[in-house]
């Protein structure tokens, strides 16, 4: 809590990102459950510090079943888990967590076709980049076609806020799930 109210007393806007990790073979009901007890953790935490709610950006992920659960979601089911929780719990903006491309792009475009309090956002970094990275791959001249790439991403997520999404045209990388087990910062 420092930090954030380091940055904040230096007029700076701080991220504040409890990312819960897809490891695991558990269902959406249990990715639900968690992120209520760590948001309800962070929130006491921040208002004993005094930090203001309103000169922060939550970075929360979004509420899908474990990388190995059998039972895959629907954007709807991980739109209404989602919501469900933000109205429980904080104000929006999301990590991609290791969902694909398309998926979290699918998923952010459910949230914002229904009724919600907020204009909910994204704050992506792979789901942003994988594909214009692998698309780069290190090399000029790849240049072109990685920005390309990365322009095709951003639009995306651009429709998916306003809800106009539809994942027509998306390429076979950006399908491609992004989970690493054990994947750690």
């Not at 991609?96 to 204009?119: D, F, I, K, R």
Request: glycine letters at 8%; aromatic letters at 10%.
């Amino acid at each position: 809590m420092f930090l954030v109210l380091l940055l904040q007393d230096n007029g700076l806007v701080p991220i504040v990102e409890r990312e819960v990790l897809l490891d695991g073979d558990h269902g959406i009901e249990r990715t639900f459950e968690v992120p209520q007890k760590v948001w309800a953790e962070v929130f006491f935490y921040m208002s004993e510090n005094n930090v203001m709610f309103e000169g922060i950006l939550l970075k929360p992920s979004m509420v899908t079943p474990g990388a190995e659960c059998k039972d895959k979601a629907t954007p709807d089911q991980v739109s209404e888990y989602t919501l469900k929780l933000l109205h429980r719990r904080i104000p929006p903006a999301f990590l991609s967590g290791g969902q694909s491309e398309v998926e979290a792009t699918l998923n952010l475009n459910v949230m914002n076709q229904g009724a919600n309090p907020w204009h909910v956002s994204f704050s992506y970094a792979r789901a942003l980049q994988n594909t214009c990275l692998k698309t780069w791959d290190g090399r000029p001249e790849n240049v072109k076609a990685a920005q390309e790439a990365l322009l095709v991403r951003a639009r995306a997520n651009s429709l998916a806020q306003l809800g106009k999404y539809t994942g027509e045209g998306e390429s076979e990388e950006a399908k491609k799930g992004m989970f690493v087990k054990g994947y750690t910062y």
